[in-house]
């Protein structure tokens, strides 16, 4: 059994009394399995194994269990697995390289055995970048990310983009993915990505061994930007205080169109490369770093009209000041 884990805040300079924790028994159950590596044609000695909810964020999951391929059959085990959807992710390093695979697992009310995981290659996928206004980029060069679906930031391999703005991803595994790119000036956003052809940007693409297709990346250098400053209730400067522009609710879960910076010593901030469209800022004295994307925390703010409303077009500069949220009085 497991017992449910429940957040607690705290806040400073505050005492509570007493904290009443009620636990619950919760069924817990084992997965196991083989991993067989199709490029050493051996079983899969020195594979990881993760297991990832399928309602993961786009950070490092606590609940996110792990496994070391040891024994020479190339067998693993998870134990004290909740019930619920998971993607098992097999990944082998090798000169640099990583090829992975992703198995569906649902957890039911019994043990799931029997689990076969392959490591093979994955796709090369030909692509170029398409500039929208006049180039700027930070760095000498663009560097293009394939995120997958689950496990955001796990297995990202960058890509470096050529002078002529083309580039290669190589060994992308099969499954579904966003890109991400770096390396832009701060003015700048993804303003589409298309492949084979069609529309991807919201929605992301999937890949299929045997059947890659051209990708198109087209940046904007025409971002917007919001500026201003954040003030207390009492209208002095907040240093130090997130502040995140949220986009509307048809698009929360765009990760890629999300704005957030703190405020520097005099409590300002200056936001950029924002995409067009409708959004909310936010500012609160107190928030772990990412909370803004999950809508169970916004929802209490937003029933209080805390957010600012903004909307920008390509190339608009806004000024905004606003007043930091107290979140142990909101």
């Avoid at 703190?262 to 107190?286: K, M, V």
């Avoid at 909307?311 to 905004?320: F, L, Y």
Wanted: with cysteine; proline share 5%; aromatic share 8%.
């Amino acid at each position: 059994m497991q017992a449910k884990q429940l957040p607690l805040s705290l806040q400073a300079v505050s005492e509570t009394p007493s904290i009443e924790m009620l636990m619950r028994q919760v069924p817990v159950y084992r997965i196991s399995g083989h991993v067989f590596n199709q490029i050493t044609h051996k079983p899969g000695i020195g594979t990881s194994v993760i297991l990832v909810p399928k309602t993961a964020g786009h950070e490092w999951e606590p609940n996110n269990q792990q496994a070391m391929v040891e024994k020479v059959d190339g067998s693993f085990e998870i134990t004290e697995v909740l019930p619920g959807p998971y993607v098992l992710i097999g990944y082998w390093l090798d000169e640099g390289k990583v090829y992975s695979s992703r198995t569906a697992v649902d957890v039911g009310n019994a043990d799931v055995a029997g689990i076969g995981v392959a490591i093979s290659g994955g796709t090369s996928i030909n692509g170029r970048v398409i500039w929208d206004g006049r180039p700027t980029v930070e760095r000498a060069e663009l560097t293009v990310t394939p995120t997958p679906e689950e496990a955001h930031l796990i297995f990202a391999a960058g890509t470096r983009v050529n002078q002529n703005n083309s580039f290669t991803l190589k060994e992308v595994g099969d499954g579904r993915y966003t890109v991400d790119v770096s390396g832009q000036s701060t003015d700048c956003y993804i303003k589409d990505v298309a492949y084979a052809g069609t529309s991807v940007l919201d929605d992301g693409f999937t890949v299929a061994r045997g059947s890659a297709a051209y990708l198109e990346i087209t940046i904007s250098s025409h971002g917007a930007r919001v500026q201003g400053t954040v003030t207390d209730r009492d209208g002095l400067p907040a240093p130090g205080v997130w502040v995140v522009l949220v986009p509307d609710a048809t698009r929360v879960s765009q990760h890629r169109l999300y704005r957030r910076q703190t405020t520097d010593q005099y409590g300002h901030f200056d936001l950029r490369g924002i995409a067009p469209g409708d959004y909310r800022l936010f500012s609160w004295d107190e928030v772990e770093e990412g909370a803004w994307e999950d809508p169970d925390f916004l929802r209490p703010f937003e029933e209080k009209r805390l957010g600012q409303r903004v909307t920008v077009h390509d190339g608009d500069t806004k000024s905004i000041n606003i007043v930091t949220i107290n979140t142990g009085q909101s």
